[in-house]
């Protein structure tokens, strides 16, 4: 496809719960970026990469977030034993190059953990 | 779909108004502002970029101007439609340390036809 996809668009998970999310980013780009986006905020910084290289971490939330890119192409954010404040939007967005240049979005997966 | 945006502030303008919609940013340091759209449901989409060596930048009906000074962003919206309905974020790119855009909290924007 032409733009950056999301699997699954909806997830719902029982709280302890391992979930996987996908991003299939542009195909060529890049950089890869992860965000998650509460109701009512602007998305929130949790990793990216360049390439299969995961350069900054900084932003996952605690130990039960990871995320990979094995390849260079699609990356996988994974939660671990998943809790009520995980709820949110999870965004992958990826640019050509990397900083400094346009970042497309894809649609997002809504988690929502009960 | 899910709502973006329910504590937004939000500005509402008559179809055919010029919309502005403001941003304060954080780091004096940063070299690179976006603007981005995002309808309900969606993922943000870009509008319009500025680097920081410019203090305005024109598109299509969009208008971005930049003031370091006072750290200030906007963006210009002529003849405002209805489908330019949605939360508008500003992001910046700060020059060091974390490597991605930092997002501020949005604007809800509201078309009334």
Redo the contacts between chains.
Sequence with gaps: GAGVSQSPRYKVAKRGQDVALRCDPISGHVSLFWYQQALGQGPEFLTYFQNEAQLDKSGLPSDRFFAERPEGSVSTLKIQRTQQEDSAVYLCASSLRGLNTEAFFGQGTRLTVV | G???????PTLSVQEGDNSIINCAYSNSAS??F?W?KQES??????II?I?SNMDKRQGQRVTVLLNKTVKHLSLQIAATQPGDSAVY?C?E?PPAG?????????TRLQVQP
């Design positions: 899910e709502s973006v945006g329910l504590h937004l070299d690179y976006i981005y449901g969606k993922g943000p989409q870009f970029d680097r974020f992001a790119n974390r490597r991605a855009l930092t997002f501020g909290s949005g």
